[in-house]
């Protein structure tokens, strides 16, 4: 077989030596001037290579400028003069890509090895958010040599394995940004994961171990079910129900579902066991601590023990067997199976337990609310009018006659009139804030129709003295041991509590 030789061009005395490679997806050009005296145009070395078959496309932009300017100058040329494209198999096509990080179940020790305080268990998925890209089969993009020919390609297949997806998790869908793939769009709220070869989305989120602060905070969109105990420190957020099997000491926040905890809520308070000469010394301290344990749950709340801790439910409070030292608001009612005492217990519907209060005669608040007081905002915002008030009170004291007669502050001279000044500014700011607070108090209200429910304070065995009922501006308070069961209740018009035996 005969020896392939480079194409040279000859034009005029000028030799211009075309080099390709042996894939032809590089042509190199090599030219001496020498003692070429003439001149070559752009044009002229285009038609030159054209006619050894060298198509424009493949030419490098700007060499022919480049070369033609070297020539006239007498310079030596050596340099890449075109180039082709490579054949370019589509490897994203009929594949699937996972836009989101699945749920794949771990060992929580193998886990806080990756990092401690922070462990990234999934992608939290709401519904409609895309979750992968399912390519259609895209046609194979050809390459091309220096000469233009077509050059196929010789890669290796891609994987075109088809995805399984629960029909009931997913829908496809053509994508709004591309024709090349189809979009795969949650239809629920909840993690990714793949059982039975298939792709789901999990609407719960189970932990079989204790969540602290090795773990960290936990927020998902679906149920968190924790085979185990909450630490403190922990916070655990759901947008469904949370279930702990175990004690709890940290936070739990449902949004829109209810809290069971098999144990004890505790707001970790030191406690002792005493004597019943200082047993009310010991009580009392307790109701200035500040519970670390915070429960908030748009349903119901369910435990086997609290104490020392803040609950706020829409729902009813359930707590089986004490209740101690708690700060509770509760759209619903609080029951218990055993002691209720201390503490203070917002509700609309009522309360039932065995006992209510404590031999020590430990005061034990109940208020009785519409479905508007008994949440935080509200008690926050009667707080700020209370507050508001007492220093519009303050305020009047100095102010004296001059909060009757203003214009006689201008009268007065020195430091001694600016204080005035100062005074009566502040008092005409807080007395605008506190009508905006009473105006939003009062449609807070209006908005609130419980005219027709009767909220009982029911105790099965034994009422103590120290327990104080509110009502509105109506108070009862338990001056010694009542036997149960009794039922306490504040019928609309009434204007003082009845005890009715059961």
Known sequence: MAEQTNPTIEHKGLKINLIPSDDLLYLSIYCDPGDFQDKITELELLEL?????????????????????????????????????????????????????????????????????????????????????????????????????????????????????????????????????KELVALKNGFVTSEGNALTINNKFIIDGNVDIKIGNIEFVGDIEINGSVGCGACVIAFGDIHVTGDCIGHLISQNGSILVGGTIDGEQNTTTVSSL????????????????????????????????????????????????????TGGKITSEGLVYAG????????????????????????????????????????????????????????????????????????YRTHIE?????????????????ETQKRLRDQTDDTTKVAKIIYRDKLFPGVVIKQDKYIFKSQELNQGPTSIELHPGNKEFTIISL
């Open 49 to 181: 290579l054209k006619k050894e078959s060298v198509v424009e496309k493949t030419l490098i932009p700007n060499v022919i400028a480049k070369i033609t300017k070297d020539i006239n100058n007498r310079k030596t040329i050596s340099c890449v003069l075109a180039k082709g494209n490579r054949p370019t198999p589509r490897s994203l096509s009929g594949r699937t890509i996972l836009l989101v990080k699945p749920y794949v179940k771990k060992n929580l020790k193998e886990e806080e090895i990756i990092r401690q305080g922070h462990i990234r268990f999934f992608d939290t998925i709401l519904t409609d958010d895309i979750v992968a890209r399912i390519y259609n089969e895209l046609p194979e993009e050809e390459g091309f040599d220096i000469y233009g020919n077509t050059l196929k390609s010789r890669g290796k297949s891609v994987n075109k394995e088809k995805i399984n997806f629960d029909q009931s998790s997913f829908e496809l869908r053509d994508s709004l940004v591309s024709d090349e793939y």
């Open 422 to 438: 100062q005074f009566y500014q502040k008092y005409t700011a807080l007395l605008t804030l506190q009508n905006t607070l009473l």
């Open 344 to 415: 203070e217990l917002y509700t609309v519907l009522g309360l039932e337990a065995l006992r209510i209060g404590a031999a020590s005669e430990i005061e034990t608040n109940i208020f009785i609310c519409n479905s508007t007081e008994f949440t935080k905002d509200y008690m926050k915002l009667s707080n700020q009018i209370a507050k508001n008030k007492q220093q519009i009170g303050m305020i009047k004291t100095c102010l004296g006659r001059y909060l009757d007669t203003p214009d006689d502050i201008q009268r007065l001279k020195g430091n």
């Open 278 to 329: 200082i047993a009310t010394e010991a009580l009392t301290s307790l109701q200035n601590h500040s519970s670390q344990a915070q429960i908030f749950a748009g349903g119901s709340v369910t435990a086997l023990r609290a104490q020392n801790v803040s609950i706020e439910a829409y729902g009813d409070v359930v707590i089986k067997n004490e209740i101690r030292n708690c700060k509770i608001n």
